[in-house]
């Protein structure tokens, strides 16, 4: 759960929190310096500084070069620690303002620094730390979503009824947070050509990754997790004795909870599906040329395709205006909801994540859906449109969701109408956020959300190399 107020936003703007009043102006130097001062940045990276410069230098509007100053170092400059010993690399991720690293967060984070790796072995340490750290944490608990850096430490939801131990922020079984420390691991691997991650401690967590999907396959029972939490929030806590709702079993892996940290409703949900059957081929392949693993990378590679029809059969459905689509949730019943959520994975997401092809004709009538009014949670206002989603609530769209509009968006029009947006919904702090309401930018949760800005200096970057037209 990472719930920020308005009031908590706006109290932390006015200590000047990486923001300040400001008016726009024809030149960079008289934008705020709204980054982190050079003295208190966690990490420095010559090579991000570099790209920095050789994109304010090179696009012509002065705001971007701003955002883009502010956000695509936002990760290294505010959430690393290194905690690495004389005998492995470590680093410890936080989210932004919650003080814990999320496996999802903490890779996504730092995703858009791997094709730097080359120019700046600092960086890939960084990287190579990060990865080590997941997995020590996937073997303390694989159902764990977010972790301290302090083993010992028993924070606020330390009373939830399920299995803690010290040392976990939350344990919400989601699925993508054992994809994506593979996805990190995998293309670390394919731009480094360093083995160094695939020690006996990573082997181990891609054992208890695939012990963790088929345990939620549920083909036996319900398996080891329950879940449940003392509040008022019913998105928050697990239904029926803290199991979900039933599933038929019929292969795919159970998410208790979405990426939102939300939980599920019909608990097969599918964009974590697709996302798993991509990670699970990564692992096994990893798991076959790396370290000779045959029996554990064909056990992987066995579900990725069970999944994968699975999803085939049960995930898509005959709508009665877009035909044939994805489902964002089912329950192997024959029951489904539909809607996507803003968090990634999403169905919007899938072929950023390489879980689907852009062209994928099921993919194009499902983003038809999902960026329409038929989408209970895409909301229109006058200062923009997108996809939000249960977490924050009605009215309000997350930048994450726009940005992955763009990625996945074949059309520059629709790419540059994006970033436009994302540029005047800042809410006057040079940096993106969880979310703002549809009708004023300057009504946002989390004044400090790392993933979002540096996901946003990821997008313009990628423009700025592949079309620079789109950024005049």
């Known amino acids: 759960m990472r719930r920020r107020t308005f009031l908590q936003n706006a109290a932390a703007l006015s200590a000047g929190v990486m923001a300040s009043k400001f008016s726009f102006a024809e030149s960079l130097e008289t934008f705020p310096i709204v980054r982190v001062p050079v003295n208190k940045r966690h990490f420095s990276s010559k090579v991000i500084e570099s790209v920095i410069t050789e994109f304010q230098k090179n696009v012509d509007n002065k705001e971007l070069g701003w955002l883009f100053n502010n ?18 690399k470590l680093t410890y991720v936080i989210t932004g303002d ?20 080359k120019k700046d ?13 997941q997995a020590r944490c996937i073997n303390i608990d694989p159902y764990a979503n977010a972790f301290y850096n302090d083993p010992a430490k028993k924070g606020e939801w330390f009373s939830d009824h399920t299995d803690m131990k010290p040392g976990i922020h939350e344990r919400k079984w989601e699925i993508d947070s054992l994809c994506y420390p593979i996805r990190l691991a995998y293309h670390y691997w394919k731009e480094t050509n360093d083995n160094t991650p695939f020690d006996d401690e990573w082997v181990k967590a891609q054992e208890n990754t695939y012990k963790t999907f088929v345990e939620q396959q549920r083909k036996n029972n319900t398996g080891p997790y329950v879940f449940s939490r003392t509040t008022s929030r019913g998105s928050d806590t697990l239904q029926v004795d803290g199991l979900g709702y039933p599933v038929n079993p019929v292969g795919m892996i ?22 798993a059957v991509k990670s699970l081929r990564q692992s096994a392949e990893i798991l076959r040329k790396v370290k000779n693993n045959t029996d554990l990378a064909s056990r ?8 994968d029809t699975a999803v085939k059969r049960y995930g898509i459905i005959d709508h009665p205006e877009h035909g044939k689509v994805y489902a964002f ?8 909801l539909m809607m996507d959520d803003a968090n990634v994975p999403s169905l919007l997401a899938l072929p950023y994540l390489g879980a689907v092809d852009v062209h994928d004709e099921v993919y194009q009538r499902t983003r038809k859906f999902i960026l329409s009014e038929k989408n209970p949670f895409f909301f229109k206002g006058s200062a923009a449109e997108g996809i939000g989603g249960p977490h924050i609530g009605r009215d309000m769209i997350w930048p994450m969701a726009i940005i992955m509009r763009a990625f996945t968006s074949t059309d520059d ?46 997008l313009l970057w990628k423009t700025y190399k592949e079309k620079p037209s789109l950024l005049k």
């Open 413 to 458: 029009n629709e790419i540059k109408t994006c970033i436009e947006t994302l540029r005047k919904t800042h809410g006057g702090t040079g940096f993106m956020h969880e979310s703002f309401h549809k009708d004023d930018p300057k009504k946002f949760t989390r004044h400090w959300f790392a993933w979002t800005n540096t996901l946003f200096g990821e």
């Open 98 to 117: 919650i003080d814990a690293m999320w496996l999802r967060d903490s890779s996504a984070q730092v995703w858009p620094y791997l094709q730097f790796m």
């Open 329 to 336: 949730e089912v329950d192997g019943y024959g029951s489904y």
């Open 121 to 133: 072995r600092r960086l890939q340490d960084l990287i190579l730390g990060l990865i080590n750290k």
């Open 300 to 307: 992987m590679e066995a579900l990725a395709n069970e999944v």
């Open 71 to 88: 956000c695509f170092p936002n990760t290294l400059d505010t959430t690393i620690y290194d905690e690495s010993t004389a005998a492995k």
């Open 254 to 275: 159970c998410s208790a909870f979405r990426p939102s940290d939300d939980c599920s409703i019909f608990m097969f949900l599918i964009p974590s599906n697709l996302f």
